[in-house]
């Protein structure tokens, strides 16, 4: 890859869905060796969390498959539509939250992280776990696990296309 990618996933409090799509993500881009070529971040389209490591479950579940997740919550800022190339909301609710933001430029850097799921259109939330079993939270890593493998291999083919 010629070009830096900053990407930066949102759900609503930043502890459980967005962080683990963050730590997938830089698992696989540290994998594909393409660390230097990423910023990768994650937020919240609320501050009710900020601060906070991400929720125990989505760390234990993180931890089983080798992802230490580090990060502490934020809350999405209109700096993050300069400060990153690529916002993936994880479902229609925190999209609109983003869009209502947004300047009319900024509208085609937002998108559903599930567009790069194998159910999209059908499906376009990452179910939030947080009122739920561990057993969710596994199947929500396991959908972001699919989802950010689909995004890489989108970012890296389309940056070959465009250095072409």
């Known amino acids: 890859m010629q070009q830096e990618k900053k ?33 990768i971040d994650s937020c919240g389209t ?3 969390h900020s601060g ?7 760390r234990k579940v993180a931890q089983k498959n080798n992802i230490e997740l580090q990060h502490r919550a934020r809350k999405f800022t209109k700096n993050d539509f300069t400060d990153f190339d690529l916002i993936l909301a994880m ?6 939250e983003i869009q209502r933001i947004a300047q009319p430029d ?5 998108k559903l992280m599930m567009e790069f799921s194998d159910l999209f259109p059908a499906e376009r939330n990452v179910y939030d776990p947080y009122y739920d ?4 939270f596994e199947e929500v890593f396991d959908l972001l696990n699919s989802c950010t493998s689909n995004l890489l291999q989108s970012l890296i083919s389309n940056n070959h296309e465009s250095s072409v």
């Open 7 to 39: 990407v930066l996933f949102v759900c609503l409090g930043n502890i459980c869905r967005s962080p683990m799509a963050e730590g997938i993500f830089k698992k696989k881009v540290e994998e594909a060796g393409l660390s230097n070529h990423f910023v």
């Open 46 to 48: 609320t501050s009710q």
């Open 52 to 58: 906070e490591l991400a929720d125990y479950r989505a």
């Open 91 to 96: 479902d229609t609710q925190n999209l609109f």
């Open 106 to 110: 900024q509208l085609e850097k937002v």
């Open 133 to 136: 079993s561990e057993d969710k």
